[in-house]
């Protein structure tokens, strides 16, 4: 044991979990951490906002798998953070966020800057707590990285009151934390597994619906071998895509209210529908009561929550997806099943595929969405990472840009939020510095977080920024386009700013590419040189995303013009 | 279809526990007929026990969702035919007419409750059973005028081995 101050012992901890960087905003209510933090060799990543600090650490733990540090100073500083904790925690993204805190004895008083965090983030963390003394420090650190990188991921939150931080106590680093109300059981149940095992082996139609907890336990490989041993095409949601390479032949893209033709039919014919590490949001299964009518469900997932929540099924394996695809996969080695009926069932798959493809565009002025993604691949290498704001942007993503491993496509699933593609696009270079990484955005939620720019300059952590420009908060518009009669309301941005010298403006380079071919040029470069560059391509208005399942309409209801 | 439950489980004997608790129930939804906690053998843990009207589906779904709570370390959603569960009510009884006066104590008496206190004009009483129970006095008394009541809500035990 050896006397220290809680600021001292804050860090200490933080080193100790081999944390190396930490996203922040400085401020009254955190000077002794800061000042700590002057003396060490952990990296302090400022950002021009709290939420983007939060976003940052967001895209860093989703990038690197590890946990994401932020840290912010009490009242506004930890509210500015609420929006990236929301973001980071329905996503299951790893991150812990740090706030000053008024000291003990003011608490309650309502004192300057005094804001009750540990209530205001209460449903939107897995846990929050608050120190009490220095000696707590460090088991509330080692709780919180325990807590949010095991079981289903999450955010924690650690309340640091300023005293706490100031005061001198004996401290001890425990070795091990634990707590008797949280047992994470990741082995699955031998039972749950035959059972899984027999309905799969005698699967005529089966579909494989892949989510985010695929990527989060690692186990894309695994998802492949079943797929590829039961013939079943995968879908993937948008927190699974990566998960399956976009160009593998049983890849049938993603499912939900803008799936492509082929993944929504399929899982509306299955008969059997394995669903591995998602949880049915409303935005994958469009209107329940039609959602893949005909399939037995088989629902893995590390939480147990999650299983008949949305969907009532008739299997479930509750444990890490990884261990559960394993166990199922060693069974149906020793099982005799027959996949030559499956060949009916991928030549559906060939059917819609060809029957929904895309429509080649052309007599258009403009540069169309679809085919700038596909620009941007082609310009892209293979192990490049991107992260997307929210709208039709986002959609366009997941639609028409190919991702070919886990842990290189991320967006904001769960609370579609504008804003998070850049920062969090800046936390994934500072995860990943050898990779380019690129957020494709719209103009709208880029104006968002846009102040980030100093953060990629200042800090040397190079971005590129796509902004499908079409002067409007597109989805939205697309919305009232289609069923509010076109009455634009709170839709319109007009033409400020020019992005071009708002990127200059912070130091970065701005293009405005006239052609696909210029556009593909400039992301050439901007990933040779490695710099920061927003590219500012314009595009039409009125352009839609289709698919489309209307609101209310179940997933065969495709919508593929207007 | 809803029917009411009783659901108990183990807690951090923490401050800020009982709030997340019931945030918990508000921000899903989950309609709480009452809630009681007290402190039991061990002082580190507390015990709560909530009793809600819902579905199997719902009902399954709160139980998750408070074991998912890092504070909370037990959770069982009780099974009625082996729980004994008890409330207990406290009721101010106008009594400044002596017919009145006379009815509820014979109400009371009824009910095996006990008279805590006489003031000139009002009774206090107290009753317990289970919450059915209870409802059938205040039903019963209610012509007479309760001025006041407090419940604590209800508090429940496994009968024979069976324990949380
Ligand atoms: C923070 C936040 N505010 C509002 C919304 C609602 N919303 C969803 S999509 C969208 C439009 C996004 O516009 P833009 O970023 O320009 O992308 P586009 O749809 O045009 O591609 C809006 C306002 C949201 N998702 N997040």
Redesign the interface.
């Known amino acids: 044991m050896v006397e220290m101050s809680g600021a001292r012992a804050f860090v200490e901890s933080l080193e100790r979990q081999k944390a190396e960087i930490i996203f922040g905003v400085s401020g009254g209510a955190i000077l002794p951490i800061c000042d700590e933090l002057w003396n060490s060799d952990l990296r302090f990543i400022m950002a021009r906002h709290e939420q983007g600090a939060a976003h940052m650490a967001d895209g860093f733990a989703r990038a690197s798998g590890r946990v994401g540090v932020c840290l912010a100073t009490s009242g506004p500083g930890a509210t500015n953070l609420v929006t990236g904790i929301a973001t980071a925690n329905i996503d299951s993204s790893p991150v812990v966020a740090f706030t000053g805190q008024v000291p003990l004895n003011m608490i309650g008083t309502d004192a300057f800057q005094e804001v009750d965090i540990?209530?205001v983030s209460?449903?939107i963390t897995?846990?929050n707590l608050?120190v009490r003394r220095p000696s707590e420090i460090p088991q509330a650190v080692k709780s919180a990285f325990y807590?949010a990188s095991t079981g289903r991921h999450g955010c924690v939150l650690v309340d640091l009151p300023k005293d706490v931080q100031i005061a001198v106590e004996e401290i001890e680093f425990p070795e091990e934390v634990s707590?008797?109300?949280?047992n994470i059981n990741l082995e699955p149940d031998g039972r749950e597994m035959d059972w899984a095992t027999t309905l799969l082996s005698n699967a005529k139609r089966p579909v494989i619906m892949a989510g985010g907890g695929v990527i989060a336990s690692n186990a894309s490989a695994e998802l492949v071998k079943m797929a590829e041993l039961l013939v079943a095409p995968v879908t993937t949601t948008l927190m699974g895509k990566g998960a399956m390479p976009c160009d593998h032949q049983l890849f049938a893209g993603q499912c939900g209210m803008h799936g492509t033709g082929e993944a929504n039919l399929l899982v509306s014919e299955a008969d059997v529908l394995l669903v591995v590490g998602a949880r049915f949001s409303d935005r994958t299964t469009a209107k329940l009561e039609e959602f893949s009518p005909g399939a037995k469900v088989i629902h893995i997932d590390i939480?147990?929550?999650e299983?008949?929540?949305n969907i009532e099924t008739v299997t479930r394996v509750i444990g890490d997806a990884k261990l559960a695809l394993e166990g199922i996969l060693s069974r149906m080695a020793n099982t005799r099943f027959d996949t030559s009926r499956n060949g009916e069932w991928l030549k559906k798959l060939e059917k819609f595929r060809k029957q929904y493809a895309p429509p080649e565009l052309s007599g258009n002025p403009h540069m169309r969405a679809p085919e700038v993604m596909r620009a941007l691949r082609r310009a892209l290498p293979r192990e490049a990472l991107v992260t997307t704001e929210v709208g039709q942007c986002q959609m366009w993503s997941a639609l028409y840009f190919d991702a070919y491993a886990p842990r290189t496509f991320f967006s904001s699933g769960g609370l579609g939020t504008m804003g998070w593609g850049f920062p969090a696009a800046i936390g994934a270079k500072a995860a990943r510095p050898d990779v380019p990484v690129v957020d494709i955005a719209g103009d709208g939620s880029f104006c968002m977080t846009e102040n980030n720019l100093a953060t990629c300059v200042e800090e040397n952590l190079p971005v590129v920024v796509v902004v499908l420009n079409n002067r409007m908060l597109g989805m939205v518009a697309q919305w009232q386009r289609l069923f509010y009669g076109r009455r634009y309301f709170g839709v319109e941005l007009g033409n400020s700013p020019d992005f071009v010298k708002l990127a200059e403006a912070y130091g970065a380079e701005g293009v405005r590419p006239e052609t696909i071919d210029e556009f593909e040029r400039a992301v050439r470069r901007a990933v040779k040189d490695d710099v920061t560059m927003v590219i500012d391509v314009q595009i039409d208005p009125e352009e839609n995303v289709f698919p489309m399942v209307p609101p209310g309409k179940g997933l065969k209801d495709l919508l593929v013009e207007a | 279809m809803a029917q009411l439950s009783t659901i108990a489980f183990l807690?951090?004997n923490k401050p800020?526990v009982l709030?997340?608790v019931s945030?918990?129930f508000r921000?899903r939804g989950y309609n709480i007929e009452s809630i009681s906690v007290g402190p039991v053998e061990n002082p580190e843990l507390s015990r709560m026990t909530v009793s809600v009207k819902a579905d199997s589906?719902i009902l399954?779904?709160i139980v998750?969702?408070l074991?998912?709570?890092?504070?909370?370390?037990?959770v069982k959603r009780l099974d009625p035919m082996r729980t004994v569960a008890r409330e207990m009510a406290l009721f101010k009884i106008d009594t400044s007419d002596p017919m009145a006066r006379e009815e509820s104590l014979r109400h009371v008496n009824n009910y095996h409750g006990l008279i805590l206190n006489i003031d000139p004009d009002f009774l206090i009483a107290e009753v317990t059973g289970d919450p059915a129970t209870i409802d059938e006095f205040i039903e019963k008394t209610s012509p007479i005028g309760i001025e006041e009541m407090s419940r604590t809500g209800v508090t429940a035990l496994e009968k024979g081995r069976l324990k949380l």
Do not use: H, P
Request: glycine share 8%; proline share 0%.
């Open positions: 540990i209530g209460a449903s897995k846990f608050q807590v707590f008797r109300g949280y939480d147990r929550s299983v008949d929540k | 807690v951090e800020g709030f997340k945030n918990l921000r589906r399954n779904q998750d969702q074991d998912k709570m890092v504070e909370v370390i037990k």
